[in-house]
């Protein structure tokens, strides 16, 4: 599989980043099978968080084994110093390792949230300058994430971002315009960007969800390279990562391997073609708790 530098962490990133959400509902014997898959095929960077379900607790008793083959990105959506501090030292202890390569603040969605988030920003900082964490970064879902996430890189001198692309949410003006914004300064700062929901299609709506995603995804081979090419070939875009159900995985890999650049005009035929599907965000709107 193919690998990008992470901006200035200097790892080269395959460019799919292993999703953990995909392990919320796993044990560690369900996990061991397709963490181990994942390694096998390139994969060598886990995205990971203690709000997604039992992810850690399934993931975590397999870390030891292979943690000098993963760049470990962790996170805390908390927001206060003690309980971000927490978040920390227990994803430490359930992988066995005395450091994290990224420590992130997650669910960064508006400005608003930024303000508020500044207390765990400490902790990520501080964790930094200790060695407990290598780099520091930013996530988040939604419109706002790009204008907020730009913000925090140039208020907290960020190492990585990741934020939303797919070919609806690039076809929002609005939206188009502030993720630009974000890259191109990432691109200038030699910051590392990551995407997620590559291979999103629509909200759920009234349909039965049918995979473990919070938004219906497209399933198709052919749907999926497309997605993956897309946020691949957006310029200044280390990786992508995989979508939050591990029934996809293999598929998602395969697309990942396989991917070949999409140029502009291609792009651009691309965005057209989702022109009447609805955004996945606002969150409020759309997301389903029942995935």
């Not at 096998?40 to 030891?64: K, Q, S, T």
């Not at 227990?90 to 390569?101: C, E, I, P, Q, S």
């Not at 208020?155 to 191109?184: G, H």
């Not at 691949?232 to 395969?254: E, H, M, Q």
């Amino acid at each position: 599989m193919q690998t990008r530098r992470l901006g200035r962490t200097g790892h080269n990133s395959s460019v799919a980043i292993l999703g953990g959400a995909a392990f919320a509902v796993s044990s560690p014997a369900d996990a061991e099978a397709p963490l181990h898959m994942a390694l096998d095929r390139g994969v060598n960077h886990l995205d990971i968080a203690p709000r997604y379900g039992d992810a850690e607790l399934a993931v975590g008793p397999h870390i030891p084994a292979v943690r000098d083959r993963l760049f470990i990105g962790a996170k805390t959506a908390e927001r206060e110093t003690d309980v971000a501090q927490a978040d920390l030292e227990r994803t430490l202890t359930r992988f066995g390792t005395d450091h994290v390569d990224l420590y992130q603040a997650h669910a960064i969605t508006d400005l608003a949230e930024l303000d508020r988030a500044a207390p765990a920003f400490e902790v990520i900082l501080a964790a930094r300058e200790q060695g407990v964490a290598r780099f520091a970064g930013v996530t988040g879902h939604d419109l706002g994430a790009p204008r907020a996430h730009l913000e925090a890189v140039k208020r907290y001198d960020l190492d990585t971002v990741m934020f939303p692309i797919y070919p609806r949410v690039w076809a929002d003006p609005v939206y188009r315009a502030d993720a630009q914004a974000l890259l191109d300064y990432c691109m200038e700062h030699d910051v590392g960007v990551q995407i997620i929901k590559a291979i999103a299609r629509r909200p759920w709506g009234e349909t039965a969800p049918f995979h473990q995603c919070w938004y219906e995804p497209f399933t198709e081979d052919e749907m999926i390279a497309r997605g993956i090419g897309f946020a691949l070939s957006t310029p200044g875009v280390a990786g992508f990562c995989t979508v939050g159900d591990l029934a996809l995985l293999p598929r998602v890999l395969d697309a990942a391997a396989a991917y070949v650049d999409h140029g502009p005009e291609q792009r651009s035929v691309i965005t057209s073609s989702m022109d009447d599907e609805p955004l996945i965000f606002p969150l409020a709107d759309h997301f389903r708790r029942d995935t």
